[in-house]
């Protein structure tokens, strides 16, 4: 932002819980401003990026101010502006978020996208490159594109620029990331109509290709990573000799990966002899306990940490865990499994 970087603190589930009961369906935001910031504070919400003024403020002398409003509904980003300030804040739902003041920079507290509003911005605030400040963000969104925190970082603007271009094709590859996350988790939320005209009228202009995978595509990405072996894996070559593939992102440290692996084996071991392979994704940082893991799998399981670039991802639009995809013996990307119990029957499909 322009005016104010702004900070955040975590917050946990149970203070939003309790934060957001005693107002019906209002969300809130409260704190203390700097007392230089004036008597008067516009409260303004977007309109894929118009802002427009929602309400006004009365700011005390000390800094002091509370503002309610009812829920639309569906999480939105809104500010608070006047000459002298600008603090953008995230609401997910009925809650409330709190805003504080230290010296010159702007806390926020009370929720989860606090948080992540928080790490966005510091990421843009980082002394730099532009391609590794992008880089960095497009991790952070990847963690949860689904997420209003995601939406603002993706329309966010550097001196009037667009940070994430649509007219760049890694750029539109992060923004079709987000808007297959709104579209498969999000649709009545009215950002996903806009993000899927924005995706695909900008993935036409600048004649994409297969590359990003936002329904049943083919030409699979690449992914050559090394194994709990040290050996490269390439799935690629893989996929080109001619057996079916489960491609799979997870991380081992997941509540729910036993329980999915157990799912994996099963599959494995009824379909492996006829011609299946899985290539199993980890996204996990703890390299040690991943290949202690590993050894016990008897399929191809590689590693992309935080040390590894995020174009995988985002090549995949991985928004969440697990992910799984299908490739046929062609080494076409037939299936993204949206619906795990089905993943079976799936697989029969193309053996």
């Known amino acids: 932002m322009n005016n104010i970087r702004i900070l955040s603190a975590a917050a946990s589930l149970g203070v939003l819980l309790l934060s957001g009961c005693g107002n019906g369906n209002k969300w809130t935001v409260k704190g ?13 919400a977007s309109d894929n990026g118009r802002w427009y003024v929602l309400d006004s403020v009365k700011v005390s002398d000390s800094g002091k101010f509370s503002f309610s409003h009812e829920a639309m509904g569906y999480p939105d980003v809104y500010r608070l502006r006047n000459d002298n300030v600008t603090v953008y804040f995230p609401v997910d739902s009925i809650e409330t978020v709190s805003v504080s003041h230290d010296g010159g920079r702007y806390m926020l507290a009370g929720t989860p996208q606090a948080d992540m509003m928080m790490k966005a911005d510091s990421i843009i605030a980082l002394d730099i490159p532009e391609p590794e400040m992008k880089n960095a963000l497009a991790r952070l969104i990847l963690t949860d594109p689904s997420s209003i925190t995601s939406y603002y970082a993706i329309n966010r603007k550097i001196a009037g620029k667009p940070l994430f271009d649509p007219a760049v094709k890694k750029d539109l590859r992060v923004i079709g990331a987000v808007a297959n996350a709104y579209n498969e988790q999000r649709p009545a939320d009215p950002r996903s109509a806009y993000l899927k005209r924005l995706y695909l009228s900008s993935r036409r202009q ?26 490269r894996r390439s799935l690629n ?40 392979e899985i290539y199993q994704v980890a996204l996990d940082d703890d390299e040690y306990n991943w290949k202690r893991s590993a050894d016990n799998l008897p399929w191809i399981t590689v590693i992309n940490d935080a040390h590894n670039s995020s174009q995988v991802l985002l090549d995949y639009n991985v928004g969440s865990i697990p992910t799984v995809f299908i490739l046929n013996r062609n080494g076409d990307v037939v299936e993204r499994v949206t619906d795990l119990g089905e993943l079976e029957k799936l697989v029969a499909k193309y053996m």
Not at 32 to 44: Q, R
């Open 206 to 231: 600048a004649g994409e290709g297969g590359t990003t995978v936002l329904a049943n595509e083919i030409n699979a990405p690449e992914i050559n990573l090394y194994d709990n072996t040290g050996v």
């Open 32 to 44: 203390e401003l700097d007392p230089a910031a004036g008597n008067m504070i516009a409260v303004e």
């Open 237 to 276: 070559e893989l996929a080109s000799q001619g057996k079916v593939v489960v491609l799979n992102f997870t991380s081992y440290v997941a509540e729910e990966s036993p329980a999915f692996n157990l799912l994996l084996n099963s599959i494995y071991e009824k379909y492996h002899g006829a011609g299946l």
